[in-house]
């Protein structure tokens, strides 16, 4: 079998779950704070790449994560409300956070709770026994309310090693009281590979390894590795984040541990996930799409998804990869949506490019000579700053205009911004913005005046004031998120901007991107992309 597929003919493996903490561990990264419709957006990128635990966060904790639990976020995953174990002290009836757990619109609960007795004196001042009193009661409730179980054994290898007998207590514990999975947590990211292997392999005397977890911390970057040698001991459940994000170091990375598990051949034969090939195959947009909503520059080299993943300069390298890619890589970059870069010749373009269009519903033929100057206009765009793996919508539009698809809804003749910085009538200095926007539909120029909370809202309002016979059309369209990027320093530096948009009726949402010096002029690209693709999948009549 192939290194880099998995057999159609492969039969009798084990399943791993794949348990994502990103809107929960990965919102404790230094400088990322997500907005409760990034949660939204993120869960339902997660669900459609197949991860099996959707961890939403701590609901009564702040009031974003009790709005995101106030209906289930995921359709195919298990929604997962994470909390504390019951108080020393308390009653389960008479513990506010626990009852907040149990009412959460969820699917599961994953309670952490105290396995290193340092922690257990220090931390909970409490004894010993109480914290396992209170793990046993918090799952027997989970269970009785009809929830999923799930512990965090955290700081489980620092335990081990302090109170080796304690620590197996609190993880049997958990077991016997109905939770599903007991996750071993190393919580300091200070535990080497050989150590996990040897410790999962003892508590597997007390906790069969298909109820057992491993969350890895990266503070010695071998969060992956500590992960696969948790699997390879015995347990059957990893947890981790999209790209890695997370507390100090960060966390396991499910984007790179996915295409191992996926691609090669020591777990591929052994073991199945629930992510399909067809998902692994747009890895590579997950990745670079999850990293445009948080606002940041992927990571070039990072394994399987980096732009510098699959690429070569020109030389002995690249004259090998010429001749049999395999010379040079571990997996074909097609297999998780990347693409091989070799300077001398970028062979795989009009391939990947075939791929991403199908991908989007866009069927071409790869001899369409059209697709030629598609490719050569998406890599002129991309050199200027352009980012289409975060801007569906934007790429879609731009490929259906090479071959002839998008109708002339609407030409934008000229538009014009106005910021105004004054003392009001009751001597307040408040800035007021006043867009207008000159279009033509039918041959009739339409002319829109708007004020707005700034030029970009004022722009969005005046835009979409009168489209005239398609204004129906557009009656749902809201912009739900705009974010912005300077990609080269200075005040000339040139500007990306990302905008999503959703139609509240059907909840359906869309990226947009515009890219120039002058950022009204990057939003402006961005807002009629976005009204353009509205119409295009609304059906709406060309002109």
């Given at each position: 079998?192939s290194?880099?597929?998995?057999?159609?003919?492969?039969?009798?493996?084990?399943?791993?779950?794949l348990?994502?903490?990103?809107?929960r561990?990965?919102?404790?990264?230094?400088?990322i704070?997500?907005?409760l419709e990034?949660?939204?957006?993120?869960?339902?990128?997660?669900?459609?790449?197949?991860?099996?635990?959707?961890?939403?966060?701590?609901?009564?904790?702040?009031?974003?994560?009790?709005?995101?639990?106030?209906?289930k976020?995921t359709?195919?995953?298990?929604?997962?409300?994470?909390?504390?174990?019951?108080?020393?002290g308390?009653?389960?009836?008479?513990?506010?956070?626990?009852q907040?757990?149990?009412?959460?619109?969820?699917?599961?609960?994953?309670?952490?709770a105290?396995s290193w007795?340092?922690?257990?004196?220090?931390?909970?001042?409490?004894?010993?026994?109480?914290n396992?009193?209170?793990?046993?009661?918090s799952?027997?409730?989970a269970?009785?309310?009809?929830?999923?179980?799930?512990?965090?054994?955290?700081?489980f290898f620092?335990?081990y090693?302090?109170?080796?007998?304690?620590?197996?207590?609190?993880?049997?514990?958990?077991?016997?009281?109905?939770?599903?999975?007991?996750?071993?947590?190393d919580?300091?990211?200070?535990?080497?590979?050989?150590?996990i292997?040897?410790?999962?392999?003892?508590?597997?005397r007390?906790?069969?390894?298909?109820h057992?977890g491993?969350?890895?911390?990266?503070?010695?970057e071998?969060?992956?590795?500590?992960?696969l040698?948790a699997?390879?001991?015995?347990?059957?459940?990893?947890?981790?984040?999209?790209?890695?994000?997370?507390?100090?170091?960060?966390?396991?990375?499910?984007?790179t541990?996915?295409?191992?598990?996926?691609?090669k051949?020591?777990?591929?034969?052994?073991?199945?996930?629930?992510?399909?090939e067809d998902?692994?195959?747009?890895?590579?947009?997950f990745?670079?799409?999850?990293?445009?909503?948080l606002?940041?520059?992927?990571?070039?080299?990072?394994?399987?998804?980096?732009?510098?993943a699959?690429?070569?300069?020109?030389?002995i390298?690249?004259?090998?990869?010429?001749?049999?890619?395999?010379?040079?890589e571990?997996?074909t970059?097609?297999?998780?949506?990347?693409?091989r870069?070799?300077?001398?010749?970028?062979?795989?373009?009009?391939?990947?490019?075939v791929?991403?269009?199908?991908?989007?519903?866009?069927?071409a033929?790869p001899?369409?000579?059209?697709?030629?100057?598609?490719?050569?206009e998406?890599?002129?765009?991309?050199?200027?700053?352009?980012?289409?793996?975060?801007?569906?919508?934007?790429?879609?539009?731009?490929?259906?205009?090479?071959?002839?698809?998008v109708?002339?809804?609407f030409?934008?003749?000229?538009?014009?911004?106005?910021?105004?910085?004054?003392y009001n009538?009751?001597?307040?200095l408040?800035?007021?913005s006043?867009?207008?926007?000159?279009?033509?539909?039918?041959g009739?120029?339409?002319?829109?005046v708007?004020?707005?909370n700034?030029?970009?809202?004022a722009?969005?309002?005046?835009?979409?004031?009168?489209?005239?016979?398609y204004?129906?059309?557009i009656?749902?369209l809201?912009?739900?998120?705009f974010?912005?990027?300077?990609l080269?320093?200075g005040?000339e530096?040139?500007?990306?901007?990302?905008?999503?948009s959703?139609?509240?009726?059907?909840d359906?949402?869309?990226?947009t991107v515009?890219?120039?010096p002058?950022?009204?002029?990057?939003s402006?690209?961005?807002?009629?992309?976005?009204?353009t693709?509205?119409?295009?999948?609304g059906?709406a009549?060309?002109?």
């Amino acid at each position: 079998m192939s290194v880099t597929a998995v057999s159609s003919k492969t039969t009798a493996r084990e399943r791993l779950y794949l348990f994502d903490t990103t809107l929960r561990d990965g919102a404790q990264t230094n400088g990322i704070d997500f907005s409760l419709e990034d949660k939204i957006a993120i869960a339902d990128m997660l669900d459609k790449l197949g991860i099996d635990y959707v961890e939403g966060g701590y609901p009564g904790a702040n009031p974003m994560d009790t709005a995101f639990f106030q209906k289930k976020r995921t359709k195919a995953a298990a929604f997962t409300a994470f909390g504390m174990t019951k108080r020393a002290g308390r009653s389960v009836d008479n513990d506010p956070g626990l009852q907040g757990l149990l009412q959460a619109q969820s699917d599961a609960i994953c309670f952490v709770a105290k396995s290193w007795d340092f922690h257990v004196k220090v931390a909970l001042a409490t004894t010993n026994e109480e914290n396992l009193d209170g793990i046993r009661q918090s799952v027997a409730a989970a269970v009785a309310a009809g929830k999923e179980a799930l512990v965090d054994c955290e700081h489980f290898f620092d335990g081990y090693k302090a109170n080796r007998d304690y620590a197996v207590a609190c993880a049997k514990t958990a077991y016997e009281a109905g939770a599903r999975w007991v996750v071993l947590c190393d919580t300091n990211g200070g535990t080497l590979p050989d150590e996990i292997e040897a410790i999962v392999t003892d508590v597997m005397r007390a906790v069969p390894g298909d109820h057992l977890g491993i969350h890895a911390h990266n503070d010695t970057e071998q969060a992956v590795a500590n992960s696969l040698a948790a699997v390879k001991a015995g347990v059957r459940q990893i947890q981790g984040t999209l790209n890695g994000i997370g507390e100090r170091c960060g966390n396991a990375n499910l984007v790179t541990l996915i295409p191992t598990l996926m691609l090669k051949k020591e777990y591929a034969e052994r073991f199945e996930v629930g992510v399909s090939e067809d998902a692994l195959s747009k890895l590579t947009q997950f990745s670079r799409s999850f990293d445009e909503l948080l606002n940041r520059a992927p990571d070039r080299h990072a394994p399987y998804v980096g732009a510098a993943a699959f690429a070569t300069k020109a030389g002995i390298h690249a004259s090998a990869i010429l001749k049999d890619p395999k010379t040079y890589e571990h997996v074909t970059p097609e297999s998780v949506g990347n693409r091989r870069h070799v300077l001398v010749s970028d062979q795989a373009g009009k391939s990947n490019l075939v791929s991403q269009l199908k991908a989007l519903g866009i069927e071409a033929d790869p001899s369409d000579r059209r697709l030629d100057g598609l490719l050569r206009e998406v890599k002129e765009r991309e050199a200027l700053g352009y980012a289409y793996e975060a801007a569906d919508a934007s790429f879609s539009l731009l490929a259906m205009r090479h071959l002839g698809e998008v109708p002339k809804f609407f030409d934008v003749k000229s538009f014009r911004v106005m910021v105004e910085r004054r003392y009001n009538a009751v001597g307040e200095l408040v800035t007021m913005s006043e867009a207008v926007v000159k279009l033509v539909i039918d041959g009739e120029e339409h002319m829109s005046v708007a004020e707005g909370n700034g030029p970009v809202n004022a722009l969005d309002i005046a835009l979409r004031k009168d489209l005239g016979k398609y204004q129906s059309e557009i009656e749902n369209l809201v912009l739900m998120d705009f974010k912005v990027r300077i990609l080269n320093g200075g005040t000339e530096a040139i500007t990306r901007v990302l905008i999503e948009s959703m139609d509240e009726k059907t909840d359906e949402r869309w990226f947009t991107v515009g890219v120039s010096p002058n950022i009204v002029d990057a939003s402006f690209q961005a807002l009629t992309d976005s009204i353009t693709y509205r119409l295009l999948k609304g059906a709406a009549p060309a002109v």
